[in-house]
């Protein structure tokens, strides 16, 4: 089969592991999903990171001389460093030589860099990160916004988000009529402050989303939702303690499992469920988080992403791509426009 024509930045210098894991993800995801992968970095650590017999049809080296550490105020470092890696990757996008972009580096620099090269999508105030959950129903996620981008957001911001998340579900999930909730203190209308009441009207006023009340922080994992939206504050504490009780509740059955000749016969019995358990509840089965409302498909990955981690987000991001995530978000906020003017 020949390539599809996608092209994926990289940056290769961004993340715990890097570029080491970065690049083994990569070439993982240019020989297994069809795509060509941009390597943007120092070009002798990317080199001497690939395997001899590279496909090089498939994979490109894209020198950056600059990186932006994790200690780095991030839109200073963004704009004191042009050369960065991350930025060389959004500059691909943004010249059209790449289809989408994907960092495990700082995240606040990622959303700095695709904030001032590639710019909002029009019609949008904020651009807020998606992330994936797991629910109790099996393949049926749910999608959180904002988890980060966005500390204190106004009720528009929320309705937006919402438009954006069902857009993501709708075509990249497959959900015909995403289920739209608001995430608040109780599931009565009346509940939650000033910023919840009037962004619950404005959710409950959109033509374009299927909104069907409050939910609570129960909710969330329910399956009763597909979108939920929040301001990244509390976004961004719900996705670290959700990582948090995955890695917690893993622990406990690895050391709850029966010891000796009995925990093995256990184990190996066990084996194909408690793979699906780690399956539906690591972060690393999605790879990344989707910085929704920039000019470009933007994914931004955890810290310390590792292959598996690396080669999951290059597939959403194929995904997203593929399902045309960001001229859909275009056109629905032309009607949206339409409609408010």
Aim: hydrophobic share 45%; proline share 4%.
């Amino acid at each position: 089969m020949g390539l599809t024509g996608i092209r994926i930045a990289i940056d290769a210098m961004g993340g715990d592991h890097a570029p080491g894991e970065i690049v083994t993800g990569a070439l993982r995801a240019s020989e297994e999903l069809d795509v060509k992968v941009l390597l943007v970095g120092d070009p002798q650590k990317i080199a001497a990171a690939l395997p001899p017999k590279t496909n090089l049809e498939r994979v490109e080296i894209v020198s950056a001389s600059e990186a932006i550490a994790m200690d780095e105020e991030p839109l200073n470092a963004v704009r004191r460093k042009p050369k960065a890696s991350i930025n060389v990757a959004m500059d691909l996008v943004k010249q059209q030589q790449a289809d989408a972009v994907f960092s495990a580096g700082h995240s606040g620099a990622a959303m700095a860099s695709a904030l001032l090269r590639l710019g909002r999508l029009p019609g949008i105030d904020r651009p807020a990160i998606a992330t994936v959950f797991p629910t109790v129903k099996p393949g049926k996620p749910v999608i959180v916004l904002d988890v980060g981008a966005n500390v204190d957001c106004r009720p528009k911001f929320l309705e937006q988000f919402a438009v954006m998340g069902s857009t993501y579900s709708q075509y990249v999930l497959g959900v015909s009529k995403p289920q739209v909730g608001l995430l608040n203190i109780g599931e009565e209308d009346t509940k939650g402050n000033e910023v919840a009441l009037r962004a619950h009207q404005l959710l409950r006023e959109n033509s374009q989303i299927n909104f069907i009340g409050n939910a609570e922080g129960r909710d969330v994992l329910s399956g009763n939702f597909d979108v939920i939206v929040c301001d990244g504050f509390v976004g961004n504490v719900l996705l670290k303690f959700a990582e948090a009780v995955g890695e917690v509740i893993l622990q406990i059955l690895r050391e709850e499992l029966p010891q000796g000749l009995q925990g093995k016969i256990g184990t190996a019995i066990l084996k194909p469920n408690l793979k699906r358990v780690k399956q539906r509840m690591d972060h690393a089965e999605h790879g990344g988080a989707l910085l929704l409302g920039v000019a470009g498909v933007c994914f931004i990955g955890h810290g310390s992403s590792q292959a598996a981690s690396i080669f999951n987000a290059i597939r959403t991001a194929k995904e997203a791509v593929d399902n045309q995530v960001l001229q859909r978000l275009k056109s629905q906020y032309k009607i949206l426009q339409q409609e408010t003017s």
